[in-house]
């Protein structure tokens, strides 16, 4: 499986961004798929998460509310619909794919990753 992530750039604090995240090669709906994000000098941490059979999604604290995970099937595509920026949203965005259906948070439970994309927010 391959994730080709992108959307990011450069916002203003309380702008807004959509990240795109689109899987090819031997997918299946069995599957769950994630966005974390990698600030310098930082872990990599968890986002937001979905599962691809059935739509489940689940929210990191820090960005509920303001950011929305969702997926196109037609399109093998997930989106993170980013509002309300704030400067400590500025990382290296990151999709990634699990087997099984359930959403970690943990980046170790995943298997696919894509490039990163940068999304900086200025104050």
């Known amino acids: 499986v391959q994730l080709q992530a992108s959307g990011g750039g450069s916002v203003q604090a309380g702008g807004s961004l959509r990240l795109s995240c689109v899987a090819s090669g031997r997918t299946s709906n069995d599957v769950s798929l994630a966005w974390f994000r990698q600030a310098p000098g930082k872990e990599r941490q968890f986002v937001a998460g979905?599962?691809?059979?059935?739509?489940?999604?689940g929210y990191a604290d820090s960005v509920k509310g303001r950011f929305t995970i969702s997926k196109d099937s037609a399109k093998n595509t997930v989106y993170l619909q980013m509002n309300s920026l704030r400067p400590e949203d500025t990382a290296v965005y990151y999709c990634?794919?699990?087997?099984?259906?359930?959403?970690?948070?943990?980046?170790?439970?995943?298997?696919?990753w894509g490039q990163g994309t940068q999304v900086t927010v200025s104050s």
């Open positions: 979905i599962r691809w059979s059935g739509g489940n999604t």
């Open positions: 990634a794919l699990k087997w099984g259906s359930t959403v970690y948070t943990t980046a170790q439970q995943y298997n696919s």
